[in-house]
């Protein structure tokens, strides 16, 4: 586990597409600041939830688990080992300046109840009875291989990890079947792992024509702009505070039960509403607006009551 900034993963993306290649179990904190470069160091900003989904060169995602709180920086650091020991794959664990350097007050942190989930790990004796494995086969259909640890006492425990081409046995390979099978086989368990993270938080309001999605810090604002929406304006609406990436299927039925949607976030170029677009139906991406806040200090529900407000107005 490491935790960052922007610029640190800028740095280090060769080697987190290392990790989604290799498949090694990391969790990586990013306290998201304002860049590009240095930008405005001590400022806050949601500016790296796009480039993080997709880092490294070549076709890569990656997970992602979006906290609100510190009560949530905590727990999802705990679900992040495990989803990083599962799906054996780089998590972000994506918090902000806001959070991260900000005094938040929170309840006691509840400790972790149930043991960490080590994933498919195969002991000595599971060597035994079976004879061997392949590091990168998919036994199971979930695109989940089996791996063993480090210092397991078992002639058949070794395997090579290698960046550069491999086959289901880790033996390196340009065979072009077997790379289209690898990451074939590597996006079927990124979409394994949807169903496995922090489900969204929905608000459901009856009969509400207009929705808000967002995320992360941004969500102490929402709660205050839905009051504001409502007493001051009578519009009443639904709300979808994403927690994880990959998006959750519920998150695809809020947009879909809504005519407008409105994606708020801190940042200049709609990050969230661009990953949204590329897995909603063109229908459905047809009702996502943008709310855009970026000059580095915190949203604050004024500011996302006047967009809304402005835009419902050209409706």
Known sequence: MTATSGPGISLMAEFVGLGYYTEVPVVIFDVE????????????????ILKNALLSHGDTKHLMLIPCSTEECF?????????????????????????GMNNWMADGFDYPSKPMARGKVLSAEDLDRLGG??????VDGDGIGYRTLPGTKHPKAGFLTRGSGHNEQAIYSERPEVYVGNMDRLAH????????????????????EVGV?????????????????????GVTAG??????FPIS???????????RVYVVEQNRDAQMLSLLRMEVDAADAGRLRSVLHYNGLPVDARSVTDAIVAQEARN
């Open 33 to 48: 600041r304002v860049g590009p470069s240095t930008g405005l160091p001590t400022r806050t900003a949601q500016g790296d």
């Open 75 to 99: 727990s999802m650091a705990v679900e992040a080992f495990d989803l990083a020991e599962e799906f054996q794959t780089p998590v972000f664990v994506m918090s902000d300046l806001d959070l």
């Open 133 to 138: 494995f392949d590091r990168y086969k998919d």
């Open 189 to 208: 368990k990124f979409e394994t792992a949807r169903s496995r993270l922090p489900k969204p938080e929905i608000q459901d309001a009856k009969g509400a």
């Open 213 to 233: 999605l967002a995320y992360g810090t941004t969500h102490w604002a929402i709660v205050e702009a839905l009051d504001q929406l409502r007493k001051e304006q």
């Open 239 to 244: 709300y979808c505070r994403v927690r994880a």
């Open 249 to 259: 299927l519920e998150v695809f039925d809020f947009i879909h039960r809504h005519r």
